[in-house]
């Protein structure tokens, strides 16, 4: 058996028939998984023979689990003695893991099974609601599991806050019992992902594309974040927002990792309230972060040093955690979204023979829409190149404040569309209209895009916006986010990496 350190790869099966779960054991092996649990309860065996076909014709390892309340057997007395009776013939069988319920493995019907198990490994599970989430509860309840006579014992816990998961690593790390811990919900992932670093007995994954909230699939495990490697001194890096599904900083920055030899993950983090995230996620284990959607400006006054650029844009993308624990703010996008924009317009005029030392913003109209965390990058970023920026957004108030601090001017967001005092300007969208699932939106009209040399999108997912469909077919220069998203995550990376252990004082 695996012992704590060692960790193991689960995906769990639904599956109907014998026949489809042995197919389905095959492609779990070849995504890389070391052994697949069992879901008894969710198949009809029209009789326990049928279980004990499967076992004895299994070809890896397995955990054999019955969950009372999901089962499909009618009555409760009926639920129970099926329970009971499938899980003493794993255990007869020599099942490699058998999983039971905490009032199941106090049954006096089941006691005396476990008693006499041979090679069998008994985890012991429990559902742990949100309101029981203390170290001093969880501890309670893991001693009180152990003394069934468990050899693991695993949590399924309900997740409300990413925050709620800060006492189950505690527990991870310090638990003498090999411990499982297992949290429902996309708020949940990062009890998967970061298992290993923790020492987790064993992390889940989905089968092929299968999305399980809270569980990453066994192909992102194993490709993109190589848990295999992970260990007690791992640095967590991840990218704070909401939603955060679409980011494809793991993507970038894991792989980025592993070619440089530093010893870190990335990992998506879904938060809520961004202040309470950094108070509860205080430890040097949690090294660096990405800041997204909509917590950019939030950011700032989380930081204990912001770099003057984040200061004056008000608007912080990337935070790096000191050696001596002080958290200091910085901003890649300005930088990663202007010179995208001017590299492509340098481009178009080397082409022409117009090549020339001056950014080629300056001077021109800069019709930005949307003044949140990237806008203001961009707002800050045009008018330091000497562009006359203009800005549309919902709430015109925030267009307004960000107007004043650029020395641009404000219009209202439904004029956006027939604004159109010269031709040859440039259009940036800031804003997440047209981002997934809403990529049929875009937020000027097709017609009002003749008036743009160039248009911008730091939406980047989709790639190819209908916004920048609609500029390109209007003969526009065309600019994705995704050239902003790859500058800037270099930017990040840097400061992730180069400066851990040297990044010097801001003040
Ligand atoms: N390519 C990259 O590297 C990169 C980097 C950063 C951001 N982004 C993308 O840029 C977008 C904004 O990000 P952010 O960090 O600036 O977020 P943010 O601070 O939350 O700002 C969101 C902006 O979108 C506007 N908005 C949201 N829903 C809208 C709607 N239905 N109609 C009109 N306006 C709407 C908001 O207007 P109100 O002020 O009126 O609410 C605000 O201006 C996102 O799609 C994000 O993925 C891309």
Do not use: W
């Not at 020599?94 to 985890?123: G, L, P, Q, W």
């Not at 492509?344 to 949307?370: D, T």
């Not at 990237?374 to 006359?388: E, M, V």
């Not at 895009?449 to 077919?473: G, H, I, M, S």
């Amino acid at each position: 058996m695996a012992c704590k350190g060692n960790l193991l790869v689960c995906t769990p099966l639904e599956c109907e028939t014998v026949e489809e779960v042995l197919s389905s054991m095959e492609k779990a092996r070849a995504e890389g998984a070391d052994l697949v649990e069992l879901r008894m309860d969710t198949m009809s065996f029209p009789h326990i023979s049928e279980v004990e076909k499967l076992l004895k014709q299994r070809t890896m390892p397995v955990i054999v689990s019955f969950r009372l309340k999901s089962s499909k057997t009618s009555s409760k007395g009926n639920c129970n003695n099926t329970c009971l009776q499938v899980l003493r013939l794993a255990i007869e069988l020599d099942a490699e893991f058998v999983e039971m319920e905490h009032e199941v493995a106090t049954d006096v019907n089941m006691t005396k099974y476990m008693d006499r198990r041979s090679n069998s490994k008994i985890i012991v599970s429990s559902y742990v609601h949100n309101g029981d989430l203390s170290e001093e509860k969880l501890s309670c309840l893991i001693a009180c599991m152990q003394s069934t006579g468990a050899d693991i014992v695993k949590l399924v816990i309900d997740v409300v806050y990413i925050t709620d998961l800060a006492p189950v690593f505690h527990m991870l790390t310090h638990c003498q019992v090999p411990l499982i811990a297992s949290a429902v919900g996309d708020r949940g992932l990062i009890s998967q992902l970061l298992a290993p670093k923790f020492g987790g007995f064993l992390v889940h994954g989905s089968l092929g594309s299968k999305l399980v909230p809270g569980m990453p699939t066994l192909v992102s495990l194993q490709q993109v974040y190589k848990i295999e490697h992970l260990n007690a001194d791992t640095k967590v890096f991840g990218v704070v927002s909401n939603p955060v599904g679409h980011s494809k900083g793991p993507l970038l920055h894991n792989p980025a990792f592993r070619h440089t030899g530093y010893n870190g993950i990335y990992v998506p983090l879904l938060v809520d309230d961004i202040k309470e995230f950094f108070s509860v996620y205080s430890s040097s284990d949690f090294a660096g972060f990405s800041v997204g959607i909509p917590h950019k400006e939030a950011a700032v006054g989380c930081c204990d040093e912001v770099h003057p650029l984040a200061k004056s844009i008000g608007a912080v993308n990337t935070i790096v955690r000191r050696p001596d624990g002080k958290l200091v703010g910085y901003n890649t996008d300005c930088e990663a979204s202007i010179t995208a924009i001017e590299d492509a317009l340098r481009e178009r005029g080397v082409a022409k023979g117009e090549a020339s030392h001056n950014s080629p913003i300056a001077g021109k109209m800069f019709v930005l829409v949307g003044a949140g965390g990237a806008g203001r990058a961009l707002a800050f970023g045009a008018k330091s190149r000497g562009a006359q920026v203009v800005i549309f957004n919902r709430h015109y108030e925030r267009a307004k404040a960000l107007a004043v601090a650029v020395s641009g001017e404000a219009l209202p967001y439904e004029c956006l569309s027939s604004f159109c005092p010269q031709n040859g300007m440039i259009l940036a969208n800031s804003s997440a209209v047209g981002m997934e699932p809403n990529s049929d939106q875009s937020p000027i009209s097709k017609e009002a895009l003749r008036a743009y040399e160039l248009v911008f999108d730091a939406v980047y997912t989709p790639r190819n916006t209908k916004l920048l469909k609609e500029a390109e077919e209007a003969g526009a220069i065309v600019v994705s986010g995704v050239e902003m998203f790859i500058r800037q995550a270099l930017g990040q990376f840097k400061l992730f990496t180069d400066g851990l252990g040297t990044h010097p004082s801001l003040n």
